[in-house]
């Protein structure tokens, strides 16, 4: 056997381009990542009001302007934003954000079937829409109550303390929180606080308005009046939180394959592989998401508490001098919590990232399954075709050849408090 001397070493080299080169021109199947229909589009603004989107805020916003899944709405003391669904969500109808409130809005899996959703963070939401039949319906989360709509008009009010009121002028909307049921009519709202069950209250439609605003003065009234007690639960409630969001994010941050699979969604392509392996990474990763999802909407929603609470301690010595935790008082806490607070929003908006990421994936492969995937790479129109032409197929890969094939396990499948227009 000759021996390989270093003059053999440059076509060697040249080889091993040649076969790197050969390997790489039969690329993997994949599918393309098909750009994000807005859910919702700008239509009234007054007063201030903040749009972010993955956990940055959107410098030039306007009416007219989209809004995507996930994006955050908050508004100021005295601001209100109206948007209207776009026809992709199948619903018809306007969201108006009340002053001081904030909310998420997205299009998610919930309890199995695909749902808009608008998860309130706090302060107020009205709605008047029309589902489309066969479309997804909409649901409005807050931390502990859902109702369930069917194309009606109606109002979600929360108060610092966490209780809420539900609100319907049209149609009915069915409550539901904790084990307890009931509905919203008009001349009957629904209210709910903290450790009670959901409660049937008769208001007149004409006497709403100003029941309303009673209503939210005197939660804000005994929520002041307890500051000295909630403000240590509070805190040290935002604190357990953060260490739990913090260990979610670095086991989220190893994760190689979800990081891959961000750096494949910024190309606007996802390789397929094999299904049965992708069908179990991606359940890995959803349990894994699911685990740091529950977190996102209980310290978003302790945040906005402690944000009310501030203005109630901060001319008061006697709170800002109570202990959080040993070595830390209520005050200390707060002269670090907007820099804190500021930094989880975004850490928490990775998080929501990576089931964009999930769900976006989940789309392409659905299309690739149906058939539909024009512009992809691997499965592209013949020129000319019109354009309900099938595309031209490379060698299917095992998920192409087998249709019914769909993966089993996707982030948001368990089903939370909401509010359903069904």
Not at 250 to 264: I, T
Not at 397 to 406: G, R, V
Request: aromatic share 6%; proline share 6%; with cysteine.
């Amino acid at each position: 056997m000759r021996r390989i001397t270093r003059r053999h070493r440059p076509a060697l080299a040249l080889l091993a381009l040649f076969f790197t080169a050969a390997a790489a021109s039969v690329a993997a199947p994949s599918v393309t990542i098909a750009a994000e229909a807005p859910l919702a589009t700008i239509v009234y603004t007054s007063g201030p009001f903040t749009l972010s989107r993955d956990g940055q805020p959107v410098a030039a916003k306007d009416i007219g302007d989209p809004i995507f899944d996930d994006d955050y709405l908050a508004t100021g003391t005295g601001g209100r934003v109206t948007i209207e669904f776009s026809p992709e969500t199948g619903m018809r109808g306007s969201l108006t954000l009340g002053q001081k409130s904030s909310l998420y809005l997205r299009l998610d899996m919930l309890g199995g079937e695909r749902q808009n959703q608008a998860d309130l963070i706090a302060g107020q939401v009205a709605l008047k829409v029309r589902k489309l039949v066969g479309s997804p319906g909409l649901t409005v989360t807050t931390d502990n109550t859902s109702c369930g709509v069917r194309g009606t008009e109606f109002e979600v009010t929360t108060s610092p303390d966490g209780a809420l009121i539900v609100a319907c002028t049209e149609g009915a909307v069915s409550c539901d929180s904790e084990g307890s049921s009931t509905l919203a009519v008009p001349g009957q709202i629904v209210e709910k606080r903290i450790g009670a069950r959901l409660e049937r209250r008769a208001v007149a439609l004409e006497a709403y308005g100003k029941f309303r605003d009673g209503w939210l003065s005197d939660r804000e009234d005994e929520f002041r009046r307890n500051a000295a007690r909630t403000a240590p639960i509070l805190v040290s409630r935002y604190l357990e939180l953060q260490g739990k969001l913090d260990k979610a994010l670095r086991l989220m941050e190893a994760d190689k394959d979800l990081q891959a699979w961000k750096a494949e969604r910024q190309k606007g392509k996802a390789p397929l592989g094999n299904p049965e392996e992708l069908d179990k990474d991606m359940a890995r990763v959803a349990k894994r998401l699911e685990a740091a999802k529950e977190l996102l909407g209980a310290i978003e929603r302790v945040a906005a508490r402690i944000t009310a609470l501030e203005e109630i301690a901060k001319d008061n010595p006697a709170i800002l001098a109570l202990p959080a935790r040993p070595g830390l008082s209520v005050g200390q806490f707060l002269s670090r919590f907007h820099r804190e607070s500021a930094q989880d929003f975004f850490r928490a908006a990775q998080v929501r990232g990576g089931f964009k990421v999930l769900r976006e994936r989940k789309n392409a492969i659905e299309r690739r399954a149906a058939g539909q995937r024009p512009g992809s790479e691997d499965g592209t129109r013949p020129a000319g075709a019109p354009p309900g032409a099938a595309p031209t197929m490379a060698t299917p890969s095992p998920a192409e050849a087998s249709p019914s094939w769909t993966p089993t396990c996707w982030p948001g499948n368990q089903a939370s408090p909401t509010a359903r227009v069904s």
